[in-house]
């Protein structure tokens, strides 16, 4: 007949076994915080592929930064990216699938204005924050929306087009200038703005032409700018068109001074170009050459560290989506942060929260405002050129 257990050593089992199954309990893996997903949407193959590598690199640069900071709400921060290989119907599809099924928390991304305005709708209608790290379309951020997701660190046409203007007449003197602008979303938003800007300055204009993204040869447009006395041009276009527009001129023996846009610095513009692509000036918001302040030089060495490819200053073209995208993701952290969630309204008014910031670019000091989603302002522009393989600053 089994012993009957006496209370004390039934207390006493009942014990070690708490015991036991608390060391087990111990033993057992603890399950790591749940990530809190970005969406990355932008191009990341054909003619612009350096320029979403470099936006790609700077938000996985942050996030690293980040993370080893203990994360977000104590939870640790995951990109998820896709290829929109500049198309705007693809760009669609990859917002809704990031933020459907990979339930991304907010979108960085739209390198291209077309993809940017098409994804618009979408993060309002969705209540997911999305927030532009290139695009520079004005309505992009100035969408008309009465409940606006959509916020910017990078340069916005409006304001572009006025400092084009303007270095035009400093620099080169141009008492008439002509522009020469891509036949899609990018180039309309910059033609309101020449014309505005070029109406403010009280200056007379040569013409608007326009091309499509594919033609190789702009001499016919060029030609009518340069017999209506076009003393300057205004360029805006990306990397491969904006090549062509300086073989046609160098076709044409045409030595006008050129004032673009920044579509030449989002790839290999120097070597599609040739010679002539030294005298394009282009707009940045950033560049590491001839920058020794002390956070772009650690930013610099945290690059090489990450990406051994990178040896050189030319291998961080263009910087300014390398800088636009880190400073984004931080900015987006820290409105999450300021929020205390993840959910996407509560995200969105996190924005208007955040607090001053150190970033790469400048100090920001209360970046966004219900009436003011982009954080650069025009005085966070400056001028450059390439100069053997790097981006080179010209002026401010």
Do not use: C
């Amino acid at each position: 007949m089994p012993r009957r257990l006496t209370a004390a050593r039934l207390l006493t089992r009942r014990l070690a076994l708490g015991a036991l199954l608390a060391g087990f309990a111990g033993l057992a893996p603890v399950r790591a915080a749940e990530p809190i997903r970005l969406g990355l949407v932008t191009a990341l193959s054909g003619q612009s592929a350096k320029s979403g590598e470099a936006i790609s690199r700077g938000i996985g640069l942050a996030i690293d930064e980040i993370n080893k900071g203990g994360g977000v709400l104590g939870r640790p921060l995951e990109l998820v990216a896709r290829d929109d290989e500049a198309n705007p119907s693809k760009g669609v599809l990859a917002a809704r699938e990031l933020i459907q099924r990979a339930g991304v928390v907010a979108l960085i991304g739209g390198l291209d204005t077309p993809v940017s305005m098409a994804i618009v709708p979408i993060a309002n209608q969705m209540k997911v924050p999305f927030v532009g790290p290139w695009a520079a379309g004005t309505g992009i951020t100035r969408n008309g929306a009465a409940d606006n997701y959509v916020f910017r660190v990078s340069a916005v046409d409006a304001l572009v087009d006025e400092a084009l203007v303007t270095y035009a007449v400093k620099t080169y003197g141009a008492k008439k200038p002509g522009a020469i602008l891509v036949n899609n979303a990018w180039g309309e938003s910059n033609q309101q703005g020449i014309v505005a800007a070029l109406k403010a300055a009280g200056l007379p204009s040569a013409g608007i032409e326009k091309y499509e993204a594919n033609d190789i040869d702009m001499v016919p447009q060029l030609s009518r700018l340069r017999e209506a006395g076009a003393d300057a041009l205004f360029l805006v276009g990306n990397v491969g068109p904006s090549a062509q527009v300086v073989k046609s001129l160098d076709r044409m023996g045409w030595t006008v001074p050129v004032i673009s846009h920044w579509g030449p610095a989002g790839g290999r513009f120097d070597e599609l170009a040739g010679p002539g692509a030294a005298r394009v000036h282009f707009v940045q918001t950033f560049t590491f050459a001839g920058n020794d302040s002390p956070k772009a030089t650690a930013v610099l060495d945290a690059l090489k560290a990450k990406y051994p490819a990178i040896k050189s200053m030319a291998d961080v073209t263009p910087a300014v989506g390398i800088a636009n995208a880190y400073d984004a993701t931080h900015l987006i952290a820290l409105a999450i942060q300021a929020a205390g969630s993840t959910e996407g309204p509560k995200v969105r008014d996190g924005f208007y929260k955040v607090p001053a910031y150190a970033g790469l670019i400048k100090t920001y000091e209360a970046p966004f405002a219900p009436d003011r989603h982009d954080a650069l302002r025009p005085e966070d522009y400056i001028f450059a050129s390439f100069r053997n393989g790097e981006i080179v600053a010209v002026a401010k």
